[in-house]
């Protein structure tokens, strides 16, 4: 069986991000047909985001989300784990974890532009006015064996942002990803 890790997969979140827009646009057109564009008011969206959240809509959302991530970038072995919110969006955002093959961690890494990863780990990682980071911010001082979900998913963006880059496209990755399945969302 192979040694897997737990990383938090690169993710913005569900508040006032296109992802909460994307999930409740599918829910709402399944739950108000066609006419979706033509009726929808405050009313019906407070409605979606109920039904949403009874149904569990956000993790399969991110279940799915995991799931087509992976599968355009050529990942085989990561798998949803859990999806986490906060009480208060203030501080933090909704993130979301996954199980990975720790082989194809390093498979990953192997293949960046250590560099460019350098550079993002000091960006992302340095504390500054306002942020005070608790994961160090020299690439050098990791352990790149045994990473921990945090450093996995600075990993993971920058993997994303390169193969997406090579794919010919300019913009973030994550941006121009579409949902499969909306049918999906709904459990």
Sequence with gaps: MPDKMIVAFPFEGFYETFHSDRMFDE???VLFGKYWEETKNDDEIERAYDYARENKAEIAYCRQYVSSVCKMYGLTTV???E???PKEYN???DRIFAAMDKDEMKR????LDMEKLAKRVKEKHSSREGFWSWVESDLAKWNLEE???NQAETVLEEYFDEKYKEMGFRDSWHHDLATEHPEEFLI
């Design 79 to 81: 798998e949803f784990d």
């Design 108 to 111: 990953v890494l192997s293949g």
């Design 27 to 29: 829910i709402s057109q």
């Design 147 to 149: 990473l921990d979900h």
């Design 83 to 85: 999806m986490t919110s």
């Design 91 to 93: 501080f933090r955002t």
